[in-house]
Nanobody, 124 residues
Framework: QVQLMESGGGSVQAGQSLTLSCVVT????????MAWFRQAPGKEREGVAN????????YYADSVKGRFTISRDNAKNMAYLQMNSLKPNDTAVYFC?????????????????WGQGTQVTVSS
């Protein structure tokens, strides 16, 4: 059984930074792709970033390129999302996801396991 739990959300002002963390339990962690998604009120869940099992390859949504960085620490079963230069339209619930990426990295259905989400609110 694989379980994910996010932490690190909060309320910040535009231009500030936050780092989200995701702890993964279960022995499949090292073989899974990890990703961060977000969902704003009234909108669909969208892919933010993805990282390969080894950490050598990552992908980002165009809206966060150059501002967000995804990383993972396989020794600690952790994934992270460093978010810099935050904007009000980054406000959303952020979800950690894990899976074998059977489809496009930014598609919800490509992941098998999800966390409960953590709220990020950015004010102007």
């Amino acid at each position: 059984q694989v379980q994910l739990m996010e932490s690190g959300g909060g309320s910040v002002q535009a231009g500030q930074s936050l780092t989200l963390s995701c702890v993964v339990t279960g022995d499949t962690y090292l073989r899974t792709y990890m990703a961060w998604f977000r969902q704003a009120p009234g909108k669909e869940r969208e892919g933010v970033a993805n990282i390969s099992p080894s950490g050598s390859v990552s992908y980002y949504a165009d809206s966060v390129k150059g501002r967000f960085t995804i990383s993972r620490d396989n020794a600690k079963n952790m994934a992270y999302l460093q978010m810099n230069s935050l904007k009000p339209n980054d406000t959303a619930v952020y979800f950690c996801a894990a899976g074998w990426e059977t489809g496009h990295w930014a598609v919800v259905g490509s992941y098998n396991y999800w966390g409960q989400g953590t709220q990020v609110t950015v004010s102007s």
